[in-house]
């Protein structure tokens, strides 16, 4: 990211946070679980550029989000700063632990089985009639710094936690894309035995990533959970990883902050779909995906960036 | 444990396994020859049960012989398979041809909700029945265990495909030069041989395989909406444990989940839940690329 | 968009309008503003068929007629207390973020005065705190769980509909009375929440009703299996002389038609909690002597009244199938909708409520539905209470018709636990307080 887009994302970050009193309840609400899922994209994107896809990234996602919950049930946590920060470490735990081994797979092979793997903690938790099994529980209404807050400032909280979070990650995350580390990601996957002659361990470049994606996986999961106030095991089925997957092909891997434009794009196209075809709005997403495929290769990030991307290598 | 679990367990473990090799096989051809992860598969799956009952529904009517149904059923789906598949190879995916494999993976699912739709819009949100063969096949008694003959029957039918297949594969023209093509396309291409010819087949057999798959099926279950998505996962997960693209591996993978599933359900129901997707991992631990497949050269 | 919305407004306001005209000319003078309602139910996805196209149906049909005073006496004034009501059909499939998000759609954007539907008990769960959190006035139509009011108090949701425990609660008692001397019996049921509640339950009432009967096999296959070889396996080979199942539409027609195929039903009676949505789709598929159940004295099972003639009638008329429980639990929840909002309007003359008159009227009423009397009685008045019956199925050849016979009803407060109890604590106690005749 070049400095003038680093301006103008930072310029509608806070459009967006000064807007927020203005909006109607439900743009904000919508907007939050956009920008929340759009976390889980960025981790996403962070993966693709080594040329890996996740189909198992609901995973992280739902441990976030039964994290927070979990602290609410069962220790009476429900400090928003602390529960959202556990679920990103819960979740970045398991993607250290499982990265040992997710780390050697590449191709359709990784994404089989980080898809096994998020459908075995979805199958734990269906078996878990104590939590309500696939009904799932409510989340306890958060506090921010000790303070119980009203419906509508929390909502706004929230949104404004949430913008936090990405700004945050998106600058992190631009920072690690300019670091060495980060850099190699698309020789990597244009060809990682070069990669390995110039002396670098891919599997732990690829380890250190899944631990990134896994991070913002749990964040957004657990913002997402503080924001819907439920909690399910659907959050871990594969349809979950596959919605994600979809808006990060919409959103491209070009830039960090088309990440969230694509999932608010989603959120906003999946609701005006569902209005004007209640039953068949499927159709409406297939269609926007394919020709998104077809005609925007590189993604929304594209038009932003206005710049030819590496092209992937043809067979 | 008495001999009459243990036959059970391997009957209904057989029978599970027909089922899965049945819906996986058109889906590792594919995978195979053109490296596409096809989820339009449950697309073919569902058109083609949908189609059976059509067909079934159109010919039961008339009070014909139980047998010509069968047959008509059959290849009723198969035609819809070969017609979308078609429609499909020809109108979405020569567009993606030497794109990122995840690509195509997102292009077949795009294509997968659109027809998910479509099944909407034809058949309308109802279920339908096609169960006529199955009761016309009857049932044999082995002490307290009564088997359906139609499952029978599946048994040997999916024996028949994995035979059909490896023999098509080794010993026909077209299975030779698929072969080479599995192997190297780009040497294959060098060697004047018509690759994309070749996806075009491979993808219109890959869409009658599925909706074979389906019609197959039809007779025993009701054929209500979301049926695909279903198919999908499972396939996907036998596919990955067999290796992807191997005929063999198809065959192998379905019968190991099909005999833990059966295993499963007789002696531990809690764990059913786990088996697939348990096997998958174990099996990916062990062998990264699966059962049968070779390892892969690293090309520099 | 917006201009996409107001026209979608427009035409459901010019259709009511027509039927209005020509119906009741008279009314057409003087209308008070109409209220919006939300209607969400399952228009996609596996659920859609059996559930949620038969609720959307029965809310069509209901309102059609309501807007046209022409539903039976005593809910034969036009609408809602005189105002017409406009209707916006939502899916309900998708994520608990979408539906969650699609309920503040509709009462922050479309600013709808009260939304009925949801069939998800997930989806319940994830919509009531939110319902409360904007004031909005919300009626579960036809989730099965008891969680809802058990969990927490609810301020602005109501639930006319009986929450599940009663459905395996009577079939226990059926089936114990049918079978006096039953000693092993299993379960078929799917692994998702709907089904280890339903087993759970089952498997409650047995405890305390007869002892002696014990549990054989426990069968979980998951959600949507399509194939239950193994399973019909393992009860073939089992001692039950009876098997609970609360599988519905899809699943259930699979297992019907893999059961019958190897004989299953001849050894030992299927109970079926939902069975009765299925009925009228398996017909001579549907082995004869199954017990079905319908959440609720619906459909066939229902006592003759002349709503539920009437119900019958226009039902069948439109949409050429006899309604099923979803379409009973959508009328049921209309017109207790109905009740207490005239309640509350009747209170102030017949001017239109406010939310909070129409909880304050809603809470603890009692009204008659097309299956019978309804009573706000768990959940401080949030949650109804009905009586339910069950019966044994039975296909006539002559007709062609189904047919259920042997029925027998339990009293609303013979199968529901008593007011401050939950179902669990009842269960397991024993299910004291149970007044059965």
Redesign the interface.
């Known amino acids: 990211m070049r400095r003038p887009t680093r301006i103008v994302g930072g310029l509608l970050f806070l459009l967006g946070a000064v807007a927020a009193p203005f909006l109607p309840g439900w743009v904000v609400s919508l907007a939050t679980i956009a920008f929340a899922n759009g976390l889980v994209v960025l981790g996403l994107v962070v993966l693709w550029r080594t040329g890996l896809v996740s189909f198992g990234q609901a995973l992280y996602y739902c441990i976030g989000a039964y994290t927070v919950a979990l602290l609410g049930r069962w220790a009476g946590v429900t400090e928003m700063l602390i529960t959202v920060l556990a679920g990103g470490l819960a979740a970045g735990l398991v993607a250290y632990l499982v990265g040992f081994l997710l780390a050697r797979y590449r191709e359709i092979f990784f994404a089989m089985l980080s898809l096994a793997l998020s459908m075995i903690l979805y199958g734990v938790l269906v078996k878990t009639e104590s939590l309500g099994s696939t009904d799932g529980f409510s989340v306890s209404t958060p506090t921010l710094l000790g303070f119980a807050l009203h419906a509508d400032s929390l909502n706004l909280v929230l949104y404004w936690l949430v913008l936090a979070f990405c700004a945050g990650s998106a600058l992190l995350v631009g920072v690690y894309f300019r670091s060495v580390a980060g850099a190699l990601a698309i020789p990597i996957r244009d060809n990682e035995i070069r990669i390995e002659f110039l002396g670098v361990s891919v599997n732990r470049l690829i380890h250190a990533k899944l631990v990134i994606a896994g991070i913002l996986g749990g964040f957004g999961g657990a913002l997402a959970g503080l924001s819907i106030g439920h909690v399910d095991p659907n959050m871990s089925y594969w349809t979950t990883s596959g919605g994600f997957v979809f808006v990060t092909i919409l959103a491209g891997a070009g830039s960090v902050g088309a990440a969230f434009i694509g999932s608010l794009i989603f959120e906003a196209v999946r609701s005006v779909a569902v209005n004007v075809l209640p039953g068949t709005w499927q159709m409406i997403l297939g269609g926007v995906l394919l020709l998104t495929i077809l005609f925007l290769p590189e993604g929304i990030g594209s038009i932003m960036t206005r710049r030819p991307a590496p092209k992937a290598d043809t067979p | 444990m008495d001999w009459l679990t243990v036959f059970a367990i391997v009957t209904d473990g057989l029978v599970y396994a027909a089922y899965l090799f049945i819906v996986a096989i058109g889906l590792t051809l594919i995978f195979g020859v053109m490296k596409i992860l096809n989820v339009t598969h449950g697309s073919f799956y569902a058109f083609g049960a949908y189609g059976a009952a059509t067909a079934v529904g159109i010919y039961f009517e008339r009070d014909l012989p139980a047998a010509g149904g069968f047959l008509f059923m059959l290849l009723a789906a198969m035609a819809i398979g070969l017609v979308l598949s078609l429609i499909l190879e020809r109108g979405v995916m020569r567009l993606v041809y030497g794109r990122d494999e995840v690509v195509m993976v997102l292009v077949t699912y795009a294509a997968f909700l659109i027809l998910e739709d479509v099944i909407v819009l034809i058949w309308g949100p109802r279920s339908y029945a096609a169960y006529q063969p199955m009761v016309a096949a009857g049932n044999v008694e082995v002490a307290d265990l009564v088997l359906s003959n139609y499952d029978i029957g599946l048994v040997a039918l999916a024996a028949a495909l994995a035979a059909l297949s490896y023999w098509a594969l080794r010993y026909t023209r077209y299975g030779r030069l698929l072969t080479v093509v599995i192997f190297d396309r780009e040497t294959a291409a060098a060697f004047g041989i018509n690759v994309t010819g070749m996806y075009t087949a491979t993808f219109a057999i890959g869409g009658m395989l599925g909706a074979l798959g389906g019609a197959l099926m039809a007779p025993k279950i009701s054929i209500t909406l979301g049926i695909g998505v279903e198919v999908i996962v499972l396939a996907f997960a036998v596919v990955a444990i067999g290796g992807m693209g191997s005929i063999a591996g198809a065959l192998f993978g379905a019968l190991i989940v099909g005999l833990c599933r059966a295993a499963a359900v007789h002696l531990a129901p809690q764990v059913e839940l786990f088996v697939i997707y348990g096997v998958m991992a174990l099996v990916l631990v062990a062998r990264p690329y699966g059962l049968f497949t070779r390892a892969q050269p690293r090309k520099i | 968009?917006i201009s996409?919305?107001l026209s979608r407004y427009a035409l459901a306001a010019a259709a009511a309008l027509g039927v209005s005209a020509v119906a009741v000319p008279a009314q057409a003078q003087q209308a008070p503003a109409p209220v919006k309602m939300g209607i969400v139910s399952f228009?996609?996805?596996?659920a859609?068929?059996?559930f949620?196209?038969p609720g959307r149906n029965g809310a069509e049909i209901m309102l059609e007629n309501l807007n046209a005073g022409k539903v039976p006496a005593p809910y034969n004034k036009v609408g809602l207390g005189g105002a017409k009501i406009e209707a916006k059909?939502?899916?309900e499939a998708?994520?608990?973020?979408?539906v969650?998000?699609?309920f503040?759609?509709l009462?922050?954007?479309d600013q709808v005065d009260v939304t009925v539907g949801y069939i998800s008990?997930?989806s319940c769960?994830?919509v009531a705190?939110?319902a409360d959190?904007?004031k909005a006035l919300t009626v579960f139509f036809d989730c099965g769980?008891p969680?809802i009011f058990e969990?927490?108090p609810r301020t602005y949701v109501f639930r006319v509909t009986p929450h599940a425990t009663m459905d395996n609660v009577a079939a226990a008692l059926y089936l114990l009375a049918k079978k006096k001397n039953l000693t092993h019996f299993s379960g078929i049921n799917q692994?998702?929440?709907?089904g280890?509640?339903s087993w759970?339950d089952f498997v409650g009432a047995m405890k305390v009703l007869a002892p002696k009967a014990a549990v054989d096999?426990?069968?979980?296959?998951?959600l949507?299996?399509?194939?239950y070889?193994?399973?019909i396996?393992?009860l073939?080979?089992s001692k039950s002389q009876a098997i609970h199942t609360s599988f519905w539409?899809?699943?259930?027609?699979?297992f019907i038609?893999?059961e019958?195929?190897?004989?299953?039903d001849k050894r030992m009676p299927i109970i079926a909690t939902a069975g009765e949505s299925a009925i009228f789709?398996?017909k001579d598929?549907m082995p004869n002597g199954t017990i079905v159940g319908a959440r609720g004295a619906h459909g066939l099972l229902a006592p003759q009244s002349e709503l539920n003639t009437w119900f019958r009638k226009v039902y069948t008329d439109r949409y050429g199938t006899p309604p099923t429980y979803p379409a009973y639990h959508m009328a049921q929840s209309l017109l207790g909708l109905k009740t207490a909002w005239e309640k509350a309007a009747g209170a102030k003359g017949g001017a239109k409520p406010t939310t909070d008159e129409v909880i304050a009227a809603f809470k603890g009423i009692e009204f008659e539905g097309p299956s019978g009397k309804i009573k706000m009685a768990l959940g401080d008045g949030h949650q109804g209470i009905s009586d339910i019956a069950y019966g044994t199925y039975k296909f006539n050849k002559q007709s062609g018709q189904p047919e259920i016979v042997d029925i027998m009803r339990f009293a609303a407060e013979c199968v529901n636990p008593p007011a401050g109890t939950t179902a669990e604590e009842w269960l397991k106690g024993g299910m004291k307080g149970a007044k059965c005749k």
Do not use: C, H
Not at chain 3, 191 to 194: D, E, H, Q, S
Not at chain 3, 224 to 227: D, K, N, R
Not at chain 3, 260 to 264: M, P, S, Y
């Open positions: 968009m996409l919305q228009l996609s996805g596996p859609a068929g059996p949620g196209i059909y939502v899916d998708g994520s608990a973020a979408n969650v998000t699609e503040r759609n009462v922050q954007r008990s997930g769960l994830a705190p939110v959190e904007l769980t969680r969990e927490k692994n998702y929440a709907w280890q509640d759970r096999k426990e069968l979980f296959p998951k949507f299996a399509g194939e070889g193994a399973e396996s393992t073939l080979t539409d899809g699943d259930l027609e699979s038609y893999q019958q195929a190897r004989g299953l789709r398996l598929k």
